[in-house]
């Protein structure tokens, strides 16, 4: 079975403050990719990244960054200097395997307060 | 080309009425999928489409749920007899090959009253 876990479901910070988003996943895939996205109130969700299972690098993105750790099926989010326009729910998901679908968590929803 | 739509954006339909959806995906991308989401949910896989043929439906999808992609290009996703719990934002995506990350349309959300 496939499963997406972000056990924060609300994140309330300030401005400027770092925040990370948990995200765990379980799959018996050895082949498999994770994925964040954003949706913010507008409603589209936007893809940030797609991490395949055999690269374990860290990835970096302006002030985004993703620590991806097999060890612990982990695949967590940081926003540095977190700022106004981050305010969002962010999803992590899971496609593993030949699955033709993304399996999802629940989402967590970050404020970010001026 | 600027990325997924889907129309209309919002439908608000009377129980028992039947609703249809649209989504043009980025024309290069040959997979199309559609999810349905509720609020405080991550989206639910719905059916999937490589070209013109649907290759995977989920349980979520009843008797009364249609899709098609009838030339590999836009699909509509038809809801018949339509039930308040079909209210939700329906969401197309589409992707080039598999493992690539989807891009999403902004959704169509339906309310039944």
């Known amino acids: 079975a496939q499963k997406v876990t972000q056990a924060q479901t609300e994140i309330s910070v300030v401005e400027k403050e770092d925040v990370t988003l948990d995200c765990v996943y379980e799959?018996?895939?050895?082949?498999?990719?994770l994925f964040w996205y954003k949706q913010p109130p507008s409603g589209e969700l936007v893809f940030l990244i797609r991490?395949?299972?055999?690269d374990e690098q860290n990835e970096i993105s302006g002030r985004y960054s993703w620590n991806f750790q097999k060890s612990t099926s982990s695949f967590n989010f940081t926003i540095t200097a977190s700022q106004v326009v981050d305010s969002a729910v962010y999803f992590c998901?899971?496609?593993?395997?030949?699955?033709?679908?993304?399996?999802w968590g629940l989402g967590t929803s970050l404020a970010v307060n001026p | 080309d600027t990325g997924v739509s889907q129309d209309p954006r919002h439908k608000i339909t009377k129980r028992g009425q039947n609703v249809t959806f649209r989504c043009d995906p980025i024309s290069e991308h040959n997979r199309l999928y559609w999810y349905r989401q509720t609020l405080g949910q991550g989206p639910e896989f719905l059916t999937y489409?490589?070209?013109?043929?649907?290759?995977?439906k989920s349980r979520l999808l009843s008797d009364r749920f249609s899709a098609e992609r009838p030339k590999g290009s836009f699909s509509t996703l038809e809801i018949q007899r339509t039930e308040q719990g079909d209210s939700a934002m329906y969401l197309c995506?589409?992707?080039?090959?598999?493992?690539?990350?989807?891009?999403f349309g902004s959704g169509t959300r339906l309310t039944v009253v």
């Open positions: 998901a899971l496609k593993g395997g030949n699955n033709r679908k993304l399996i």
């Open positions: 489409f490589q070209n013109e043929a649907q290759l995977e």
């Open positions: 991490r395949n299972s055999f």
């Open positions: 799959t018996r895939d050895t082949t498999y990719y």
């Open positions: 995506a589409s992707s080039p090959t598999a493992g690539n990350g989807y891009t």
